[in-house]
């Protein structure tokens, strides 16, 4: 890579599951596994939720704008019966990286100012807090447009280094830009957050790993959209990052969000060893 | 503005147009159900159905647990009981303001067909007497649900759709409105079948005037009229009850094509014979299943079905006779006996009625056509999973 390397600072975070939060729920794909063998087929369970716990979000023609998963061979759309969980299914027709992504419609929430102003905290959403405080805006409720743009690596075969994460084109998204299941040992993952296919600077990002989901590990993006994660811990890990503009005129609501999530595994070594032998 | 950043922004009014332009949805639907009985006899009961792994993890979480380990239902049952305090945290049964304890059974329905475990978890007690009010709140899901609720079994449910946490409205617990009288049911449904013609249905109003332009006696306009009516009450009546039943996407066409039939045929016959009487006849029985279609529309009340449909011909029936008096008025009695009446007004109304029925004749075909490859093509698409 030709970009200079920057090490940012990485926070490690401790949260406590907060009780009966009304909105600010992340959405990530979980797929039924992420090492399928090659020919297996792989439920794509859409989840709703904190912490990576989550709550089954069965498929809703009406929300979903783009359902897809591109490998090797293309892009296709994620097939699945409406009202069904999982919301989807693919087939990991040959070996390597699949690439599943859901982008899904608005949905409108509505929120008091003090709920509103908690969950930009809980974000990071700092220009739209300052922006709210400027125009003294703090305590007024807002009407929020909120749309998902939800991404899932999933490895079929052995890994390998050159083949990665793709960009799928959703309004704003996480890249994995090497292969998390080809990383070394104490190797950070690399990614990088697009805005309207633009590097978004100095948002932030939170990775959250199943095992141990109240260890957060967090960091702001730098000038070129890009943090590099220290992601020690085996298991599945949820990469979200969340943007949010004033929402355009005529739609009724006041901001519009998008939340970006990718989840993946980092395998247990031994695991990906095994496969590696297999001719 | 460099070209990345013009691209940037192409794309942000795209999606800016694309989402204005897109049905804004309300909710991000979960697969948790919550229906609630507040039954006569003074005890309530509360039925939520949901993910038994989902619903186990975030209390095992919450109690300070490790994740649950895969467990035959019997094992998810047991670890939910043994939860029950975790669960009842964020759980509220509120009777005008005041929180109430109620018993709660887990109960997990296997895993089957690939699909995941269900848990049910039932809530009971007793409502407090002189209660005007209950409220609920749901902490254990992040998405959205629905929340039933129904007096009795029997009685029609009421829904709101909730957020995980948030407190429901005021569910009232006083009597249930009583159900309208039988006359105030027979007037509001012979308002709705006069109005389903005037102003609401062009379609009949043209075949009643195409019925009326035939001839200037009053005896031709009876006899159709006569066969009209008892036709269409007849097929009216016997698909509501179900006897029979035929496709709208085959009955509006047809409609469609006997307002043009009846219309074209005034061009070329003056007077009345057993074969129009007929004619109409099989056209009311086409009409009566169109009005029967309507009226499922707008539904019956199932305490005063009988009430309700009579009214509802009746008033289908006094819209016919409604159109059929403004002709009277404003076409028959200033110009009915002259002699050009037929070339002029019979002649042209006729042709204009038999166009505009031609032309829906074609778009109701069309449209069926258009249903029946998307319903086919849903299908198809459905079927190569």
Known sequence: MSHTRRRLACFFVLSILSAGSVAAHDMWIDPTTFLPQTGQIVGVRLRVGQDLLGDPIPRDPALIREFVVEDGEGRKPVIGRGGADPAGFVRASSSGLLVIGYHSNPATVELSGEKFTQYLKEEGLDAVLSSRARRGQTGAGARELFSRCAKSLVLSGPPAAGVSDRLLGFPLELLAERNPYALGDGEELPVRLTYGKAPLPAALIVAINRQNPAQKISARTAADGRVRLPLRQPGMWLIKAVHMVPAPDGSGADWESFWASLTFEIAAPQALALRVKVP | ?385
């Open chain 2, 1 to 385: 503005m460099s070209l990345g950043s013009r691209r940037a922004f192409a794309c942000l009014v795209a999606t800016a147009v694309i989402a204005i332009a897109r049905p804004l949805h309300a909710h991000e639907l979960g697969t948790t159900q919550v229906s609630a009985w507040l039954a006569a006899d003074g005890r309530y009961e509360i039925r939520i159905v949901t993910d038994a792994i989902a619903l186990l993890e975030k209390l095992r979480a919450a109690g300070g647990e490790s994740r649950a380990s895969d467990a035959g239902a019997m094992g998810l049952e047991k670890q939910m009981q043994d939860l029950d305090s975790v669960f009842r945290r964020r759980i509220e049964i509120s009777f005008d303001g005041t929180p109430a304890a109620a018993a709660i059974a887990y109960s997990v329905a296997a895993a089957e067909n690939g699909s995941a475990p269900i848990a049910l978890v039932r809530l009971t007690g007793a409502i407090p007497s002189h209660a005007r009010g209950l409220r609920w709140t749901y902490g254990w899901t992040f998405a959205s649900y629905a929340l039933t609720v129904r007096r009795d079994r029997a009685a029609e449910p009421v829904t709101q759709w909730l957020e995980g946490g948030q407190t429901s409205a005021e569910i009232s617990l006083g009597a249930p409105p009583a159900p309208p009288g039988r006359l105030r049911t027979a007037l509001r449904y012979a308002a709705l079948g006069f109005t389903h013609i005037l102003p609401g249905g062009l379609d009949h109003v043209l075949f009643v005037l195409g019925v009326y332009l035939l001839g200037r006696k009053v005896r031709v306009v009876l006899w159709q009229v006569s066969a009209f009516t008892v036709a269409h009450s007849f097929t009216l009546g016997l698909s509501m009850l179900g006897v029979l039943t035929v496709p709208p996407a085959l009955v509006e066409p047809l409609i469609a094509l006997s307002i043009a039939y009846v219309a074209i045929e005034n061009l070329f016959v003056t007077g009345l014979t057993s074969r129009r009487i007929a004619l109409v006849f099989a056209f009311g029985l086409l009409h009566g299943m169109g009005f029967a279609g309507a009226l499922q529309e707008l539904g019956l009340p199932r305490t005063e079905f009988l009430t309700a449909l009579v009214a509802f011909n009746a008033g289908v029936e006094a819209g016919q006779v409604a159109v059929l008096a403004m002709a009277f008025l404003l076409v028959g009695l200033p110009w009915g006996s002259r002699a050009w009446y037929h070339r002029r007004v019979v002649v042209p109304a006729s042709a204009l009625i038999a166009c505009v029925a031609v032309y829906w004749t074609f778009e109701r075909v069309a449209s069926t056509v258009a249903f029946t490859r998307t319903i086919a093509f849903i299908v198809g698409w459905s079927a190569q999973m």
